[in-house]
């Protein structure tokens, strides 16, 4: 539930180790993890039921599959106005190269490549920091110029070598672009390399901002969410993503798709929001988002469901502007018992919640949740994605009409089926005990808690009247991620979830519990590297929990840290207490995000959820590396062909690809439609 935003893809704790080894293959020797490099692993993921589905649903989803892929150029120049400049360049090079594509120096410009495909720029898709080729400026020219019959994205009239002189910098000078959000400092936005803003200081967007917004209407649109802001002649804009503006030639291949799409709608009132979609498109009016998001989140009958929009506000270090981003997907019935439990009791959960009875909405409305099966990732989703979703995301939207909540369990299980045998469990975990619990109870403990973070987390409390949306700024969407990990956390431990017939033992929240620990105190670390702050906002957030809980509860060794063997674990003593320690934080983060109390949630994040042990993470790094298990994944989408008979649509293909870069190259050829700088 962040502020003045509309959609709010959550993601929840995106590499978990936990896996159930009872879990069988469905598709026997189907591969799910296929290529390691760096700190990345690229999977693919399985869409069981696709071939149950009706002709028209599978349609339906080739469209929207199409109009979500038709937006993959506009993620790239929204991280960084030069993303789009490089991605050309090395796909040309991978395309084109006659050298030795064998030697030490190509293998490693290959796995830059890769690196860049996959964060959609030069910039880590998780640390936010620019990363570099592991190969000299010299090597990098002699690959352009080894690569014959390329088409190099060379200006008009711009000779190889001004290119290269050119393009060299952005790529290897460290002083350039260091950072793609910047967190630290009294302008964030002057200091980022992200795209949303050009020519402007942070103080000149917020005094933009101030005057045009209206303090007092009750259903504010999402100011800015869709544009970004430059100065022209001395005078601050917007620039809005549109058809007939910025990002035009992309938006209106999605609009084309959508188009497509309509004539096979699962209804007339889903074929009708759609259509808001495609005028919001067409004219960027953030009323008709609202009324798109509105007619959206009621609709809890159609059985395929998309997610398609500007929608991410976390690459904007101001939290105005939004991601592109898309998922397509469809609802797995006999999964989705357990959420649509969560959504039904909404009322009881928010009634019993540890939180001053001020910040509680009296009543809870629309909440829906289900388990859906993602068919595609795109944008700001492709390759990493969500596992989990919330949304929209206005405060008034979801106290007026509600929200919609997803786990994506077949995402979850390729999580789980590409972990199995990592060792993780062995190096990290420090009894049998524990790892007996983990094979029985860790997947469904994960799913749940992924459930109710998205389901009853985010759709929990309501802000004062008098609290502005954005009132907590930078510091607002760790505390939004804090809020709903402990609101899911504070409950797991409840005796409802055995009641309700969602777990059969609370031994799988206690696992959970232990797990959420570890991973927040220590884990996580190995995303960092030695010596750096944390800067992401859920990784602060789960920090945030597990220090301030292990501090709080000392006196009564709630949380014990032991050292065996010269490694590191943590244990749990008290479940019970340490629920209380969650329901207290929870109903301290729940006051400052309903009062607005910025100085609050500041000592919060910089006390607990900022700094890292140095030794403590030179272990955990030390770890990880013996093991050789990478900490960020992602996945490689599945293909969709139209089958035809005579000219007529019989049936919809699902291919499943397991090449990286074979699927790159193929997104470049057919989903490139914006300029190389916008």
Known sequence: MKSAKFLIIVIIASMTFSCNQNTENKEGDFKFLLEQFADLKIMRYQVPGFEDLSLKQKQFIYYLNEAALSGRDIIYDQNYKYNLLIRHTLDEIVKNYKGNRNSEDFQNFMVYAKRVWFSNGIHHHYGAEKFFPEISEAYFTDLIKGSENANFPLNEGESLNAFIGRISPIIFNKSIAPKRINQVGDDLISTSAMNYYEGVTQKEVEAYYESIIDKNDPTPI????????????????????????????????????????????????????????????????????????????????????????????????????????????????????????????????????????????????????????????????????????????????????????????????????????????????????????????????????????????????????????????????PIEEARAELFALYYMLDDKMVELGILPSLDAAKIQYLGYIRNGAMQQFSRIKLGDNIEQAHMRARKLIAEWCIEKGASDKVIEKVVKDGKTYFVVNDYEKLRGLFGKLLAEIQRITSEGDFEAAKQLIETYAVKIDYDLHKEVLERYNKLNIAPYGGFINPVYELVKENGKVVDVKLVYKDDYTEQQLYYAEKYSFLPTVN
Not at 310 to 317: C, H, K, L, R, W
Not at 327 to 355: G, T, Y
Not at 419 to 432: C, D
Request: charged share 25%.
């Open 222 to 477: 999402s100011y800015g969410l869709n544009s970004k802001v430059v100065k022209e002649n001395g005078k601050v804009v917007e620039k809005v993503w549109r058809i007939n503006g910025m990002y035009g030639k992309a938006i209106a291949k999605i609009v084309e798709n959508l188009e497509k799409a309509l004539p096979f709608a699962e209804s007339d009132y889903q074929r009708n929001y759609v259509k808001v979609l495609i005028e919001y498109y067409k004219t960027g009016n953030l009323e008709l988002w609202d009324e798109f998001s509105i007619a959206w989140v009621k609709d809890n009958d159609s059985r395929v469901d998309f997610v398609n929009g500007f929608i991410e506000d976390y690459g904007d270090p101001i939290g105005i502007k939004a991601s592109f981003e898309s998922i397509v997907n469809f609802k797995d019935i006999e999964a989705s018992h357990r959420s649509e439990l969560l959504a039904q009791n909404s009322q009881w959960f928010e009634d019993h919640s540890p939180v001053d009875p001020r910040f509680k909405k009296e009543v809870v409305k629309g909440v829906s949740s289900k388990v859906i099966t993602a068919a595609i990732l795109a944008g700001d989703c492709y390759p990493s994605t969500p596992i989990g979703i919330n949304l929209p995301n206005p405060n008034w939207i979801r106290a007026q009409h509600g929200s919609k909540s997803v786990t994506i369990e077949n995402i979850t299980y390729a999580y789980d089926q590409a972990a199995l045998g990592n060792g993780f469990l062995e190096e990290f975990y420090l009894t049998k005990e524990e790892i007996a619990l983990e094979h029985k109870y860790g997947s469904m403990a994960d799913n749940l808690h992924t459930d109710m973070h998205e389901c009853l987390g985010h759709a929990s409390g309501k802000l004062l009247p008098s609290t502005p949306s954005g009132a907590l700024k930078n510091y607002g969407s």
